[in-house]
């Protein structure tokens, strides 16, 4: 039996009883244990021989709606699991600013900084801290945030992350994670009626931008590697991010007071995403170490390793 029998073999039942709770009777994964064999198990048997030092960072990013969450969670079992690593796995999300952080933020620089999401919007000061603690020869206990869409906040502190022991991986996932800045003279050219109408001086874009350019290209050169999951089009994702509204609408206790999005909400929120994501497309699988291609049905279609 090779190898990646065993592993699987080890992994299964984990990995589909996790599966199976990120389903709803409506939306079921299909192909999964395809998924899992064919892409994800060697995709981890990369991962673990390429972290000698640790702790090893991983960026996972892609679009909105792509898998992050469900690809990277199975990377994690199966690196736990078989590989015997200790693994933490973090959104980029988790680190939003608070809602009165933002709001504060779209009252000095530009009203579009209150929608969470672009580079901009995140507690920079957190996240570099985070990446300095783990690198630390004697380890401290850490606490990060922990971001619940359904009401657009962080969560209480008794809610937060805590790391007691030094990671073998760190997985940090997001849709903007390794993104890089645009030149300047490109940020003249609106690509939605949303920047049209409400960008008009490109404050917001020349903002997002900067900071891409910044702090955030600072933290990004802390990853060890990049595994980018690529659509095929902006327009699935949108698809793919509706879909996501409408199971956390399922799943969430809070009905009444609920920040969880409509179709409308979701095109109008998506715009502020859509330049990044485009600009990614173009130029993410250019630099990163794995490549993950998704097909029209949200499944992977294909791996390609750039760097072994």
């Known amino acids: 039996m090779k190898l990646h029998d065993y592993c699987y073999k080890a992994v299964k039942k984990d990995c589909l009883k996790f599966i199976k709770s990120q389903e709803t009777r409506n939306e079921k994964f299909k192909n999964k244990e395809r998924m899992i064999k064919k892409y994800l198990i060697p995709v981890s048997f990369w991962i673990s021989k390429k972290c000698k030092t640790t702790p090893y960072f991983i960026g996972l990013a892609?679009?909105?709606?792509?898998?992050?969450?469900?690809?990277?969670?199975?990377?994690?079992?199966?690196?736990?699991?078989?590989?015997?690593?200790?693994?933490?796995?973090?959104?980029?999300?988790?680190?939003?600013?608070?809602?009165?952080?933002?709001?504060?933020?779209?009252?000095?620089?530009?009203?579009?900084?209150?929608?969470?999401?672009?580079?901009?919007?995140?507690?920079?000061?957190?996240?570099?801290?985070?990446?300095?603690?783990?690198?630390?020869?004697?380890?401290?206990?850490?606490?990060?945030?922990?971001?619940?869409?359904?009401?657009?906040?962080?969560?209480?502190?008794?809610?937060?992350?805590?790391?007691?022991?030094?990671?073998d991986v760190i997985i940090?996932?997001?849709?903007?994670?390794?993104?890089?800045?645009?030149?300047?003279?490109?940020?003249?050219?609106?690509?939605?009626?949303?920047?049209?109408?409400?960008?008009?001086?490109?404050?917001?874009?020349?903002?997002?931008?900067n900071n891409l350019k910044r702090s955030y290209k600072n933290i990004f050169s802390r990853l060890n590697c990049l595994i980018y999951l690529k659509a095929k089009n902006f327009k699935l994702l949108q698809q793919w991010r509706f879909?996501?509204?409408?199971?956390?609408?399922?799943?969430?206790?809070?009905?009444?007071?609920?920040?969880?999005?409509?179709k409308a909400d979701v095109i109008n929120f998506m715009q502020t995403y859509q330049r990044i994501t485009q600009n990614m497309f173009k130029h993410a699988p250019k630099y990163s170490s794995i490549i993950l291609n998704l097909n029209s049905n949200h499944q992977i279609n294909s791996v390609i390793y750039k760097k072994k």
């Open 172 to 209: 940090l996932e997001g849709w903007c994670v390794g993104a890089r800045s645009e030149n300047n003279k490109s940020l003249i050219k609106t690509v939605n009626s949303l920047e049209k109408t409400s960008d008009q001086n490109m404050i917001w874009r020349k903002f997002v931008n």
């Open 62 to 167: 892609g679009g909105q709606g792509t898998g992050k969450t469900t690809i990277s969670s199975i990377l994690r079992i199966i690196l736990t699991k078989y590989f015997k690593l200790n693994v933490f796995k973090i959104s980029i999300d988790d680190f939003y600013k608070t809602r009165k952080d933002r709001l504060h933020l779209s009252k000095k620089i530009h009203p579009m900084l209150l929608t969470r999401g672009v580079p901009g919007t995140h507690d920079i000061n957190i996240m570099i801290k985070f990446f300095q603690n783990l690198k630390k020869k004697k380890f401290k206990k850490i606490k990060l945030p922990t971001f619940d869409k359904s009401i657009d906040d962080r969560k209480s502190k008794k809610n937060w992350f805590i790391i007691n022991k030094r990671p």
């Open 243 to 262: 879909k996501q509204e409408k199971k956390l609408l399922i799943k969430s206790k809070q009905k009444k007071n609920s920040k969880i999005m409509n």
